[in-house]
């Protein structure tokens, strides 16, 4: 046998296809993976312990910048661990609807981006990217009406939403769901049977579902493994528990599964939306009170499925008006764990297929 | 009409008697094969800088966005914004560059894209000159860029750009054998390889209604051999691979886009006139039916690039020789058949051969195939547990 | 089976675990004073607890705290496991063994905090660079910017080798 040496090859941080100040570093053996070290921290702003200084109302826009694409559901985890920290009972119902919506609005917003990109680093020129932001156009036309920003909305707060929907924004809802199922099918028609599609993404990124259990993976990633595991269902939180909608889950295990599973949990949130929209009730959208948070010492973990996975925020307070300890579970340091094992064996040309259809943001991941 | 119809020809019987008041024969010929040239040359150019503008206004279109609309009137001096950007460029020379190899590079990949224009007739006269292996020239000719890519590859003096050749040059040798294949399927029935007589040769319908599995093989191969999307891999930047013409800048890459869109015309221009009936065609005057012709090809190609994702390297060449190759060969030997027996009806038993031919293809490969439900990687090295 | 069942059956099967109910907290919490691989281990295996979501760490002024949260994949859970230690000797096992998730969140656990994990396979900075004077979380450093000038005079390692060209 030849007796040959394996090369090492970067990739980053500067990189078309890296989805952010992300580096890896690839030990190759011809033109197969034999190693993987992601490097990040690039981003790393020290949201950590910039939090410690400021009161929990004021970490508000913190969350915003986590996954910057989801904004809306980054709040909805910190406002429900605080409120959790804190002991507030139930929020107004309003709010709590509220919430739904801008949460499966985002969950749109963030799979269409996620589908998008994941084409563009295939090759696809361009046409599904601008396709998808479209859509996502769209609804951050939405969260500018209802929060003022359209990706940092800051909108969800401890106690319910910052402030009430102006008057065209329910109608607005309703005429974007009207048309969303038809893109959604359009977008499948274009894609899911795509023969050179299917043929760079079936078998390639295969995570097996007790490795994914068992590196803490979430979301789309771990319900394309058969893993019908999603936060929504197994701990509810807001009025999840009282919507009907199903957990999407593939046997595929790869990357083209991952692609399945987001283009089903469109459609679901899609079915999500409506109900929300029909059963939104009047009234309050800030629970009464909640001026000046000071929670009683203690510490609080409350989860939430966002669109990318589990995000978790773990509060510890010391009856300040600042908290004491503030972590982020992140969504995409987690998933991350995942990508070695799921590049070793493969070519140079699926690793960035593989690192498209995880879908991190770099903004979580380094904080 | 008939006036238009030959009107190259006539310009050229125009021109040749008016230099003969003044000039020997052998000066006639000169002059005219100088102005043949030129006039050539003038119109590749023209045609390639509007393609540039036509597919990026198509693939704009494709992706909801309206393309070049800013350079004057509908965007179209698009074109020499480019150009002159291109021109104005400082070509800088990389240290570790092998200088011939490298500079004859862009010089080769562009020259026989335009010598092969000396053959490819756009009209019954309008062809520089019609020798009798046309279509043999046109295939060996195209060959030469092969060894320009390679050039260009080598003598940039990057590992990652000597890969991306090296790759460019497995891809587009691989097909060139079904492009060969497919094209031998027409000479069988026309038979001749003279691109003129195999355009008179044809009868009353297209020849890919009779021969759809060349003619589609023919399409496939003409965009591989351009490298366009799909098979665009060595010029990809989202992969890993530099390709071979980054360390190319200014006018020496300007020589290697002319040369991409070139050999996109030349393939679309050899599709049509082997496959769509050249310039044959009611009403209008032959060398628009032509120029219609390659354009749909060229607008087909547009197409193809703004919808698919790109192949993979293994990909690519598992298609080229476990699937283009095998069907070109058994193409021609049922088209041989059935030309031999002089079936009647036309371009149907060709059509009625080729659909059953398609689907034992389609039926070997899903056997071939296992079920896309969970396939594993190849093992490779095991991931050490923690 | 409620998490209070599962840690009764834990106390029972390992003594040596001490692993004690923490009064008044909002998720069924518990201090593990004994070996914290066994019991992480025994958690995993018999009760189930397949998916750890958050390791994290705490500094509570004199001493720090290591704070797990475990869930099942079958539904149940937050069960929240805790360990404690002076900052003298700021070393804890690494879980890595018993739920790989647990591999890069105790290295930002280190990073960050300083916590040494024992038995990590990869016991590097993830955040920061190599060469970082300090631990940005703890109570005690003071918050502040480097200049570039200080960030490459601290760096220590070059980790990547460079792909030649």
Redesign the interface.
Known sequence: MLRTET????MGPQHPSTHGVF?M?LTLDGERVVDLVP???YL?R?I???AE?RTYLQNVPFTDRLDYISGMSNNLAYALAVE??AGMGPMPERAEYLRVIMAELTRLANHCVAIGFLLNDLGAFFTPVLYCLRQREYIVDLFEMASGSRMTPSYIRPGGVAGDVPPEFLPAVRKLLAQMPSFIDQLDQLLTGNEILMARMQGVGVLPPE?A?????TGPLLRASG?P?DVRT??PYSVYGQLDFDVVTEQGQDAYARYLVRIGEMRQSVRILEQALARLPEGPVMAEGVKRIRPPA????A?IEAPKG?L?F?L?SDGTPNP??Y?I?ATS??N??ALRDMCIGHLVADVVIILGSIDITLGEV?? | MPFLNNLFGNLQDLISSWLAGFLPQWGVDLAMMAITTVALLAFLVVVVMYLTYLERKVLGRIADRPGPNRVGPLGLFQPFADVLKLIIKEATTPQGVDYPTYILAPILIVAPALLVYAVIPFGPRMVPTDINVALLFVVAISSVATLALLMGGWGSG??YSLLGGMRAVAQMISYELPLAFAFLGVVLVTGSLSLVKIVEGQPGYPLALAQPIGFLIALICVVAESNRAPFDLPEAESELVAGYHTEYGGVRFAMFFLAEYIEMFTGSAMVALLFLGGWRGPILPPYVWMLIKVYAVLFFMFWLRGTFPRLRVDQLMGLSWKFLLPLGMVNVIVMAFIDKLHLPGGFLPGLAASIVILAVAGGVVRIGRRSPAVRTARPGLRV?E? | MSESDTISRLQAALPDARVQPVE????PTFLVEGDLLQAAAWLRAEGGY?????V?G??RGDHFEV?Y?L?R?Q?G??L?LKVAGPWEKAEVPSL??V???????ER?AYD?LGITFLGH?DPRR????EGFPGH??RRS?E?KTFAHAEMRATMTSD???????
């Open positions: 090369l090492s090859i970067n580096r570093v490097h990040f921290g790393h020290g950590e312990k910039l200084g959790k920290l490795r259990v068992a590196l803490g993976v893993v595991y197994a701990e203690g510490e609080a973990y989860r589990e978790g773990y510890v004491y300890r972590h579970r340091l987690a991350l764990g380094d904080r | 990057n590992k050490k923690a | 008044g907290a909002k998720d397949d998916f750890l979501s958050s994290t705490v500094d704070v949260h869930y994949t539904g859970g937050p929240v890595v063994g739920w790989p998730a647990a591999e890069l969140q930002e960050l396979p993830i955040l920061l660079w940005p979380l450093f918050n980790e990547v080798p460079h792909a030649e060209n």
